[in-house]
């Protein structure tokens, strides 16, 4: 079945440094990916798609690459601040395109004054 | 434009009992699933519904059910609770692949 991995260990940086988050994927191939943000006791919140014939995809200080070879995806937030703090989920679409959604465990990021 | 509104936000049951939980998706959407999240980790599928109709289910038993109505509005309903299905379950509204959250119902199962 398919696996997603991502960083289990909170990811601790310093204001304005930037925060690099990484989702790796085995037995199976999205036709895309999702990032969302969720903050503690809120639901997700959508940030960025990328399909699998785009390699980077970029909105405001969020960017994301997809190497569909390495079955790796990295979510890049520059100029980090600590209203960025939050956890971190990636999603990638469930085989057949049905709109099924399968998440990672999700990346805690705090980011520190 | 209200967003995804899920009830209650807070729930205790004891385990065996029944519980519906209740979604009104964003204005315009159609097709809603509902997550499981358990503390520490990410969203599970449950099913998602579409023109009233189960188009998808996860890896959940019989014991978790849901409707749609007309309206898109939609309900999850668990019987014979479990300590383990104490979670935060989270309804979803869509209209294309980007999905958009409720802020959930904290059920506990004592």
């Known amino acids: 079945s398919q696996k997603i991995e991502q960083n289990s260990e909170a990811l601790n940086i310093q204001e304005g440094k930037t925060a690099t988050l990484t989702c790796n994927y085995t037995?199976?191939?999205?036709?895309?990916l999702q990032w969302y943000r969720q903050d503690p006791g809120r639901g997700p919140v959508f940030l960025l798609l990328i399909r699998e014939n785009e390699k980077e995809k970029r909105k405001e200080r969020l960017k994301v690459t997809f190497d569909t070879t390495l079955k790796q995806s990295l979510f890049h937030i520059t100029a980090s601040q600590p209203a960025d703090s939050a956890t971190y989920l990636c999603a990638l679409d469930g085989p057949g395109n049905t709109g099924k959604l399968i998440f990672g465990q999700g990346t805690t990021l705090q980011v520190k004054p | 434009d209200a967003g995804v509104t899920q009830s209650p936000t807070h729930l205790i049951k004891t385990r065996g009992q029944q519980v519906t939980l209740r979604c009104s998706p964003k204005?315009?959407?159609?097709?809603v699933s509902w997550y499981q999240q358990a503390l520490g980790q990410g969203p599970q599928f449950i099913f998602q519904?579409?023109?009233?109709?189960?188009?998808q289910r996860g890896n959940f038993p019989d014991r978790f059910s849901g409707h749609q109505f007309p309206n898109y509005s939609s309900e999850l309903n668990v019987n014979a609770l479990l300590l383990g299905d104490s979670a935060l379950y989270l309804c979803a509204s869509s209209l294309d692949e980007k999905l958009f959250f409720g802020s959930g119902t904290q059920l506990s199962v004592l």
């Open positions: 037995n199976y191939s999205p036709a895309y």
């Open positions: 519904y579409y023109e009233e109709e189960e188009r």
């Open positions: 204005s315009g959407h159609d097709t």
